[in-house]
């Protein structure tokens, strides 16, 4: 069947845009998820809220493509059906401290038009441990050192403020557009913990004029790969586009309604502005990307390369649906208004769409980080009310099955602790592996891994995965 394909470009003067946004960590989710909202509001509200795109590491090179470009890139929705191939024009800058100086980076930060530092610098990039700033981390080590020239997200965004203060600049707000829970207490956290280290003073100052909302975030953005370039160059009239970014048609976006500032026109985008983002965020951490790390773990370990391929396998599809509503939904309080097995079913379909090449193995990137809010949280309320949850064991299991078979194979593991757990994945198994890692009080909290319930059941699905196999482990505990 032919394709549809619907074209949406800027519908606002571009050049009427200020650098009012500055958005760290401007990568694939950043370019398709905050920037598409920010450019449909302006489309039907107007304004000035350009942005700057920054990124502290690597990515200088997509920076200056991206300013080559003239600050315009191309998102590709997909589905079975249709395509809506979207010009983003809301860019208006880039900065790299490697490639334009740190102090260009601050002093943008403290520039008068400045209103958002927006993020998308994943998990690992708040630099916490517990839900607290992790004073022996490298990054945070270094800059506390030498603060005015700053290398982690934490300390460029204190020592911008710091900046901003003594500019004499109103404060701004820092929206987190992470995916984790409670993003903005987290950043919050993290940078006020940061700058009391530094001066007490810009602490109280932080603390009285910036604000930092969470928010709820959802849409799968599959790195790029070749297929993705592909669709981009016949989209193009067969030109590269670097910055270009293949996605899903769906997005949501749940933002707590405290800005500092003025507000730019994310609700207008088709935001949902809240007093209360948790139980959002609880409900998509739990059941879609719980089920998305449940499917990495198990689904690349059977060989299973996409979630669309999971999806068309009927015990992997089952497993999903049966981990969201059997295993997940009884951790999850109501919200008015969502029916959650409608939210599963949809989900599932969204899992399925072929033309979104949603790699397992890069849902598997920084797993360590991400099993709290995923799994353990929802394992945890289980434990205690005492409702079955054979599913989320094995995809517990199964993280630490695909660390071994990595380790085994002399593969690289994309994880912060990666280290650390390929080194215990090769002088142990079985048992022994399972109770080691089981004790990471970086991963697992104390009253979890004191949990004798909790350990046999990983232990045991651990087994069971040996056993039988990862598909043949899945498909003994589900459901006739």
Partial sequence: MQETIIRANPQFDTAALRPRILHIGFGGFARAHPMVYLQEGMNKADGDFGVVAVRLNSGAEELTALDEAGHSYLIAEMDAETVTARQIGVVVGTCHPKRDGIDTLLDLIASEPMAIISL????KGYCVRNGHLDLENKGIIADLANPEEPGTAIGVIVEGLSRRREAGRDGLTVLSCDNQPDNGKLARAAVLSYAHQRDTKLADWIDANVSFPSTMVDRVVPALDDYGRGVLRSLNDGKEDDNGIVCEPFRQWVIEDDFA?????????????TDDVRPFEMMKLRMLNGAHTFLAMLGSLSGLETVSACMEDEVFRKAARQLMLDEQRPT???IEGVDLEEYADALIQRFSNPKLK????????DTSQKLPQRLLHGIAENVESSNPWPLLALAVAGWIRFVKVTADEGGKLTDPLSEELLAEAKDYDGDQLVDRILSNEAIFDEQLRREPDFRSA?????RYIVEKGPRGAVRAVLKE
């Fill in 261 to 273: 500032t003025a507000r730019p026109p994310f609700e207008e985008g088709g935001a949902m502005m």
């Fill in 358 to 365: 949603h790699r397992t193995s890069q849902i598997a990137w």
């Fill in 120 to 123: 998308t610098i994943t998990e």
């Fill in 332 to 334: 999850l309080p109501a």
């Fill in 458 to 462: 990983i232990t045991g699905a651990y």
